[in-house]
């Protein structure tokens, strides 16, 4: 079975001149989304065990440190967790976590994970249940979610709570 991995590309050519791809993850899982930390020391990434539709009801969260290669999970539970965003400090990661257990007729929420002392907190629901992160403000106050009414397109800013 093929899986998507994780590869990084140094910016600086090697002693042949060339800038070889380094293959970050080789366990037996998919790849499915991933964002560096503000400092690039870590990558946050959602995995599901395959690329079969139905396996993404084994969405699990895990952190990679870039200059050790290892991997460790942060949020594996037996609901499906996806979506992973640092926030602009590196101290929180924000994700979409579903019900539990996960099924098609799915409902989602927007939680954020601490990784000072690993607590995960529930944030406020979206109204469809199916929210998607767009990103944090760049003061790490708010989390942006797409507004996904027909007459109304744009964005939604959802204000978190004092987190530091």
């Known amino acids: 079975m093929k899986h998507t991995r994780l590869y990084t590309v140094s910016l600086e050519k090697d002693a042949n001149g060339k800038r070889e791809p380094k293959k970050m993850t080789s366990e037996n899982y998919t790849v ?32 990679l440190d870039v200059s050790s290669g290892k991997i460790s999970a942060i949020a594996k539970t037996s609901s499906a967790e996806s979506s992973p965003i640092f926030s602009p400090d590196g101290k929180w990661i924000a994700m979409t976590i579903s019900d539990n257990p996960p099924r098609w007729a799915q409902h989602n929420d927007i939680h954020i994970y601490n990784l000072a002392d690993s607590s995960l907190k529930k944030l406020a629901s979206s109204n469809d249940g199916q929210p998607a992160i767009i990103d944090w403000s ?17 964005f939604i800013r959802l204000m978190l709570p004092p987190i530091n």
Do not use: M
């Open 138 to 154: 760049a003061d790490g106050k708010s989390i942006y979610l797409p507004r996904r009414e027909e007459r109304k397109p744009g």
């Open 32 to 63: 499915n989304g991933f964002d560096w930390s503000p400092d690039g020391k870590q990558i946050v990434f959602a995995h599901v065990k395959s690329t079969v539709a139905n396996d993404w009801t084994t969405s699990d969260i895990s952190i």
